[in-house]
């Protein structure tokens, strides 16, 4: 499944959208909202976003996204730039596709992407989470960093921490600390 955009006038360039985690399923996007593919396609670009499978949907991306340029390809013409882009995981994929696929991708523009791969990028969610817990919280056994027994009761706990932290100059510094090694930027969530 896949959904095509195609502008009044074509300028030549074919964009496709890769999504986040979880963000594919059986429903696909052109671009990461409704207002960037209508700005998009005004300005001449053709866009385009295939149907992935839910959660971590590399593979399904990998193999999809090529096929999608030939069926924009079939109904525009040969393109004159192909573009990958992407968030997150879409973002990785965005790369990889140039990597797997260069003679059908030009580039890519990873948003976000975890361009070093799933584990780095699990590791250093990692980095962080072992700085929030030795620096806030070190004998609460509650904040378990890995085999995870009750994810719901362990967030609730780390939440719980969070809050208390944030009364104090030194919990925010020790926030502030370990967020910037998991590199979270100050508007995540």
């Known amino acids: 499944r896949y959904?095509?955009?195609?502008?009044?006038?074509?300028?030549?360039?074919?964009?496709?959208?890769?999504?986040?985690?979880?963000?594919?399923?059986?429903?696909?996007?052109?671009g990461p909202s409704p207002e960037s593919v209508n700005w998009l396609t005004e300005q001449g670009y053709a866009v385009a976003g295939v149907a992935a499978g839910t959660g971590w949907a590399v593979e399904d991306l990998l193999a999809a996204a090529p096929e999608m340029v030939d069926v924009a390809e079939q109904r525009l013409g040969q393109a004159e730039h192909v573009v990958a882009w992407g968030a997150s995981m879409g973002g990785q994929v965005s790369v990889a596709l140039m990597e797997q696929s260069p003679d059908v991708f030009d580039a890519a523009l990873p948003l976000c992407g975890s361009i070093a791969g799933a584990i780095p990028m699990l590791n250093s969610a990692l980095d962080g989470t072992y700085a929030f817990k030795t620096l806030l919280a070190p004998e609460d056994?509650?904040?378990?960093?890995?085999?995870?027994?009750n994810e719901g009761a362990r967030q609730a706990a780390f939440r719980e921490v969070l809050t208390s932290a944030q009364q104090t100059p030194e919990g925010r510094a020790r926030i502030a600390l370990a967020a910037t090694l998991a590199q979270m930027p100050t508007w995540s969530q």
Do not use: I, S
């Open 3 to 30: 959904v095509f955009y195609e502008p009044g006038e074509w300028n030549g360039t074919l964009l496709t959208w890769n999504p986040g985690y979880g963000g594919g399923g059986a429903t696909p996007a052109g």
């Open 141 to 149: 056994d509650r904040l378990e960093l890995v085999d995870v027994t």
